[in-house]
């Protein structure tokens, strides 16, 4: 299944709930055709225009998002004869969805994009073999790769600069600029046969924001978000400027609202357009949202077809998938309200979308659920057993008037519901989440603001969760991976007293009873991109190798800092750098090959002895 998630403030709470602090529960409902739909939609989107638009409909500010997911990982058997050699995979967070990511391998080769270019290299050989150029790629970064066997999907967006225009003030005197319209996204869908020379075998695109996907054998499944497209005729505020820009969305088509999805199927024939058929958009029962979510399907073994696109009325932010279910959070809407100080505190609230996805053709919707609180990212959500497993924070970070506290949840499935059965409260009270992980039936909880507590919670019975430990140390974790022998490693940084980060941090817990560091390895006045992104991690369990990406003040501060974890110890192995004439190699990613760690950074990808960590090859892009 599939889960998106998304959080937001609303004003007072929808319908009513049977436990103290619970959000009401949320269910989606079907429409009854396309001009049920339609109206709906124009009164939604109506509620929530002002005199320059569409009103901001977002929740809680000031949570940044960490990033997270898992590896494996040197110095690996020899590989059965006819099979690949032993290698590392991207560190999704679920090992039945893969995540898209800037570099894939399948033992057998390595496919990376970095500037518009996809490069395949052969690991064995240590040589780039072939290179193709993507016109339209590399417009927010280098894009995302999934990769099925001959096949690679690349994920890219693009957003184009926004054009002022010049309006005519009435009376004479200067023109004024109007305020600009939203940039409209275009999402860009581009399969690659790679089982020669890579060729373009289907390209789709949209003016949908891409969210997320997740892939299961060879069918993907894509999340899109999109808001209406109308242009709205403004003014310079008040009243009039309202009424006007309600009077277009009262004009606009049903097709304002529903994204185009444009298919080349690389036969040479003209592209087709495919839209959501009206009676797979369904909404949320307590409200109806002007936005919408999009899942496609798409089976990448046969092409770049009809998208088989479903459509949620809402807001969505945050995607979890495991492969039989996918979760997505909406993010119910807020009204525009001319005057916001007499709005009342805002209540944050995550609703969840569960979906079945467990086969190959368009993801089924089971069931829906809410839970106070805002989510940090994926890494928040877990199922287990069939159930699911949600990390919040709720209030106010560092203000008195109400402090801000984290909360973990459990819900279960009844019928339509999601229906919490149990819940923790009262983890990090004046703090906010910074990492979460769910192993089996534990969860690890990690918060801060000036030191770092890491909580250890018996999940066994989803009915009466328990703290089971606690432990206080400076700094904090913003991403925690399992080890082979049952430790738990945190990437994050370390802190004075007062909460003030001075630098990398990587510690060694032993979790076995009340939790304890046993070991760390501090970097003074660095980061790594592993805190918020986990595919920049890789942990390599047959030695223990650790790699991540890093980049501080000093030389030593700047390449891949590869660490050696055992049971009870972090110590440092070396660090791998590429060739550059800027300070800072840019490193994003590694992984394993047989007995060869792989680099990649935007000028080229570097082998490297995984055992003592001397150079083998450089491979430069471009």
């Not at 606009?252 to 009206?278: E, H, I, M, N, S």
């Not at 039989?324 to 609230?349: D, H, I, N, Q």
Request: one cysteine or more; hydrophobic letters at 30%.
């Amino acid at each position: 299944m599939l889960i998106l998630a998304g959080s937001a403030g609303c004003s007072g709470s929808s319908g009513g709930s049977d436990r103290p602090g619970q959000a009401p529960p949320v269910r989606l409902v079907a429409y009854d055709g396309c001009a049920a739909l339609h109206k709906e939609l124009r009164q939604a989107t109506a509620d929530r225009v002002g005199p320059f638009g569409l009103s901001d409909a977002p929740a809680l500010r000031g949570l940044p998002e960490d990033g997270m997911a898992l590896r494996k990982g040197p110095q690996a058997a020899e590989a059965a004869p006819g099979r690949p050699p032993r290698h590392s995979t991207t560190n999704a967070h679920e090992r039945a969805a893969d995540e898209p990511d800037l570099v894939k391998t399948d033992g057998r080769r390595i496919v990376t994009l970095a500037g518009g270019e996809l490069t395949v290299i052969d690991p064995a050989a240590r040589e780039i073999t072939h290179t193709l150029d993507l016109p339209g790629s590399g417009g927010r970064g280098d894009g995302r790769l999934l990769l099925s066997g001959d096949r690679v999907l690349v994920l890219d967006e693009q957003t184009p600069m926004i054009p002022f225009e010049r309006r005519a003030i009435p009376g004479g005197g200067a023109a004024s600029p109007r305020p600009p319209a939203p940039p409209r996204p275009t999402t860009r869908l581009t399969l690659v046969d790679v089982s020669g020379a890579p060729k373009v075998v289907g390209t789709m695109t949209t003016d949908a924001d891409y969210l997320d996907a997740r892939q299961s054998g060879s069918t993907v499944r894509v999340v899109l978000k999109s808001e209406p497209d109308i242009r709205f005729p403004g003014g310079d505020g008040g009243k009039a400027a309202t009424d006007a820009n309600r009077r277009a969305v009262n004009k606009a088509p049903l097709d304002a609202w529903l994204p185009a999805f444009q298919v080349d199927d690389g036969d040479g024939g003209p592209a087709k357009r495919y839209r959501t058929p009206c009676d797979q958009v369904s909404r949320p029962s307590s409200y109806a949202g002007s936005s919408m979510v999009s899942v496609l399907t798409f089976d990448l073994s046969k092409g770049l077809g009809d998208p088989q696109a479903i459509g949620v009325t809402a807001g969505g932010t945050t995607v979890y998938g495991n492969g039989k279910s996918l979760y997505v959070t909406g993010t119910p809407p807020r009204p525009f309200m001319p005057k916001p100080r007499e709005r009342r505190p805002a209540e944050v609230r995550t609703d969840v979308y569960k979906f079945d996805v467990s086969g190959t053709g368009r993801p089924r919707y089971v069931a829906s659920g809410s839970v106070t609180g805002s989510l940090l990212n994926q890494y928040s959500m877990s199922e287990h057993d069939g159930r699911l497993r949600l990390a919040t924070t709720t209030g106010r970070f560092a203000r008195a008037e109400k402090p801000s506290q984290s909360s973990v949840y459990v819900l279960a499935q009844d019928g339509s519901s999601l229906d919490q059965v149990g819940r923790i409260d009262g983890l990090g009270k004046g703090e906010r989440i910074h990492s979460v992980r769910f192993i089996g039936t534990t969860g690890y909880v990690v918060t801060f603001r000036q030191t770092d507590p890491l909580y250890v919670l018996d999940l066994k019975d989803p009915r009466r969760p328990r703290l089971t430990g606690e432990l206080k140390i400076t700094g904090y974790s913003a991403y925690l991976h399992p080890t082979r022998d049952g430790k738990l490693l945190g990437v994050g940084q370390d802190a004075d007293l007062t909460g003030r980060t001075n630098g990398l941090q990587v510690s060694l817990f032993d979790v076995s009873g009340e939790p304890r560091r046993i070991s760390d390895y501090k970097l003074p006045g660095a980061r790594s991109q592993s805190e918020f992104e986990p595919h920049a991690f890789l942990y390599w369990p047959d030695s223990g190798l650790t790699v991540i990406p890093v980049n501080g003040r000093s030389d030593e501060g700047n390449g891949a800092l590869a660490l050696k974890v055992t049971g009870s110890s972090i110590t440092k192995a070396g660090t791998v750098r590429h060739p550059g004439g800027y300070r800072g190699t840019g490193i994003r990613r590694s992984l394993i090959v047989g007995g060869t760690l792989w680099t990649f950074s935007g000028r080229g990808a570097r082998a490297t002895d995984a055992a003592t960590l001397k150079s083998t090859a450089w491979l430069p892009f471009g």
